[in-house]
């Protein structure tokens, strides 16, 4: 107990000598410190993780998904919808009892989940989910926005969909093409991509593990085995800047160049310029460069315009196994990369997300290499007591027009026990400030008889089960805690503060004196 009182004197010296004299005023503080301190805004983090039904005991604390058995896609709305910065559209599937007997009663959906309803999901009824490959693909072109919103990309048939462009929960199917009978034995639908400017009026390009097909958006026809590609597609990515489509497999980096002098195919053999299968591909606009993921880190393919005009793309690593760990921007936090993504929206960001079976990261190209990369990992961000958490599917919202470029876009991450939504606000060390002191000012959970008690939880990961009890750090946490609230008079001069640290103070100044340690 002495050594706890002795850093409190060591803590309360280190601000102000006249605070160890009871009649001598705290306001002297401000001969030692400046009278004003300027605040900093930063990007605070806000995270919310939602569980499935079958997974409701992983923790108290965290809202479950009634009903929701799994989801294995979510998919942000097209960047000219109102709803785009507030949601995202859902694949996924529901079980119910039956009332007669013990089975369960399973359908698939598309759901409209809103970031502000607290886990509240509306089933969007006139949508028919054929299959749990099926996927979603979204068109953000606005000269379409009167002919197709996206399409629901199944095993056997493409629906084509329109909603309502002010409400997320209004699309209807408009069209359905099937895929020719050569298509039959299709078992996965790895994803799709919109490339609307390429042909008479735009491709619908589709990843299966049969090959990569195309549905003509002038004829509305399938074209089975696009340039011969018949072994499985694991992912697509375009750039409209350079007129390029990218498609990756587990052995090759297709490469369509569209453009005028550009026209043709070209390939890149994995284990050539990139050393392992291609798990995901996205093109970031901002960057105007390809990202590659895969399971032993991620590769760069970058454009360079020639003298001649035509397009070249020149590979960069960014972590692998055949090249040194780091880059131009840094190391890359971890590898078995599953999904990329990027947001749509028209207000400019820069930033890449990227989900692997760890978690979730993030990289800010616009940010110093110190804080480029954030990462999300583990219960802290992801709904799962585990640290693999296998994200399957990453959906990035795209910014509100009011959105300050200083913050990101929000993203909803699919795991494999539930999703994960990170949002984003602009925060002042005062606001954080005033977080964290509300929360332990809350009535009964850390004064104890004016000394600061720890307070265990009952139960995993929910704060709200706080049991209070006897503890030999009481001093050292209540010496702790007065040397903040010095700090913090010295700043705001709020009087109320300055009865705090006395209050304090007198507790430790008790508990030194029934203890005879002097």
């Not at 299968?277 to 970058?302: A, E, K, R």
């Amino acid at each position: 107990m002495w050594s706890t009182f002795v850093w409190c004197l060591i803590g309360i010296l280190m601000v102000s000598n006249p605070l160890l004299a009871k009649h001598k005023s705290l306001t002297d503080i401000h001969t030692v410190l400046p009278s004003t301190i300027p605040d900093t805004e930063y990007e605070q983090v806000i995270a919310e993780r939602y569980l499935f039904a079958p997974f409701a005991n992983e923790s108290i604390a965290w809202v479950t998904l009634s009903d929701i058995h799994s989801v294995w896609q979510a998919v942000s709305l097209p960047q000219y919808h109102s709803q785009a910065a507030e949601g995202v559209w859902l694949l996924g599937q529901t079980t119910t009892k039956t009332q007669r007997t013990e089975f369960m009663n399973t359908t698939l959906h598309m759901f409209w989940m809103s970031l502000s309803t607290n886990g509240t999901l509306v089933t969007l009824t006139g949508i028919d989910v054929k299959s749990n490959t099926s996927r979603l693909v979204v068109s953000h072109n606005t000269n379409t926005i009167r002919t197709y919103t996206a399409a629901l990309i199944s095993l056997d048939r493409i629906q084509l969909l329109l909603c309502n462009r002010s409400d997320a929960t209004s699309c209807n199917m408009i069209q359905i093409i099937y895929f020719p009978s050569v298509l039959a034995n299709i078992s996965k639908i790895a994803g799709g991509i919109f490339v609307e400017d390429l042909g008479v009026a735009g491709w619908l390009f589709i990843a299966s593990d049969t090959g990569l097909h195309g549905l003509d958006l002038s004829t509305f026809t399938i074209v089975p085995f696009v340039n011969q590609i018949n072994t499985g597609v694991s992912s697509l990515a375009w750039s409209s800047k350079r007129q390029t489509v990218f498609f990756g497999t587990d052995t090759k980096l297709w490469i369509h160049s569209y453009g005028t002098d550009n026209e043709g195919w070209r390939f890149e053999h994995i284990n050539g310029l990139i050393d392992a299968p291609i798990t995901s591909l996205v093109y970031n606009d901002v960057q105007d460069q390809l990202w590659v993921g895969q399971d032993t880190g991620i590769t760069f393919l970058l454009p360079v315009v020639m003298s001649t005009g035509r397009l070249h793309w020149y590979f960069s690593r960014l972590a692998g196994q055949i090249s040194n760990p780091g880059s131009y921007i840094g190391h890359l936090p971890l590898a078995n990369i599953t999904v990329l993504g990027v947001s749509h929206s028209t207000v400019s960001d820069s930033r890449v997300w990227l989900g692997s079976i760890y978690g979730v990261m993030r990289f800010n190209s616009n940010d110093t290499d110190m804080n480029s990369w954030r990462v999300f990992n583990s219960a802290r961000y992801m709904p799962n007591r585990n640290a693999l958490v296998d994200v399957s599917s990453l959906a990035v919202l795209s910014r509100s027009s009011t959105a300050l470029s200083v913050a990101g876009s929000a993203a909803v991450a699919v795991t494999s026990k539930g999703l994960s939504v990170l949002r984003f606000e602009i925060w002042t060390l005062a606001q954080k400030v005033r977080h964290f002191q509300a929360f332990l000012e809350q009535p009964g959970r850390h004064n104890k008889y004016n000394l600061v008690s720890d307070c265990p939880m009952s139960l995993w990961g929910d704060n709200r089960s706080c049991i209070k009890g006897s503890s030999d750090n009481d001093g050292l946490w209540t010496t702790m805690y007065l040397s903040s609230q010095i700090f913090r008079y010295a700043v705001t001069k709020d009087p109320t503060v300055k009865v705090s640290a006395w209050t304090h103070f007198e507790a430790l100044e008790l508990l030194n004196q029934v203890s005879g340690s002097v």
